[in-house]
């Protein structure tokens, strides 16, 4: 929660605020994630306006996860930029109708909720398919080696189990 009383409800006022706090549960996605409770830095500006607080910002902060063609460990930083607008709560509930939910974010009293917002810009900032390397060949589909470590790997060409007993009767052949 971010107190906004310093802006006084005066449309134009505006105050610029840099904090670090500790990173919510969840913050990311299966394979790349930000560490619970790891430092996230906040460069915001508040900015009274006539309905609300326009919030203008960037987060800065340490992603681990894992490449998703290799599963190596990837450790990697993160910047991203948001901007949402917090309606006083009584300007917004004269325009509400009492079964309508339009998804728009209010100001308890005078203070407001980052979080949502904060995870909203963060998650949809993220990679779908992390890599270690732009150019990641990923494992080995027959025996799981990673092919990076290992770029000659290979392996027998596989034999026709029909063809198996033929292979056999070579193989006593040749001996």
């Keep these: 929660m971010l107190d906004t009383r310093e802006l006084g409800r005066r449309p134009g006022s505006q105050r610029e605020v840099s904090l670090t706090v500790p990173a919510p549960a969840d913050l990311g996605i ?26 203008t910002g960037s987060a800065h ?31 917004h509930e004269a325009h509400l109708d009492d079964d309508e939910d339009d998804g728009v974010s209010r100001l308890e009293g005078d203070l407001l909720d980052l979080e949502p917002l904060l995870r ?14 732009e150019d990641c ?26 063809w198996a007993g033929l292979a056999a009767l070579k193989q ?4």
Excluded: N, W
């Excluded at 909203?120 to 390397?133: G, T």
């Excluded at 799981?144 to 034999?159: S, V």
């Design 172 to 175: 006593d052949e040749d001996q």
């Design 30 to 55: 299966e394979v790349l994630s930000v560490p619970e409770g790891s430092p996230v830095e906040l460069d915001l500006r508040l900015e009274a306006v006539m309905e609300g607080v326009l919030v």
């Design 120 to 133: 909203d810009a963060v998650v949809l900032a993220l990679p779908f398919q992390p890599l270690c390397q």
């Design 61 to 91: 902060t340490g992603l681990v996860g894992e490449c998703a063609r290799c599963l190596e460990r990837l450790e990697e930083d993160s910047s991203t930029t948001f901007q949402e607008l917090f309606v006083y709560t009584e300007k």
């Design 137 to 162: 060949p990923g494992l080995c589909i027959e025996c799981g080696a990673r092919l990076a470590e290992d770029p000659d790997h290979a392996h027998e060409a596989a034999i026709d189990p029909r």
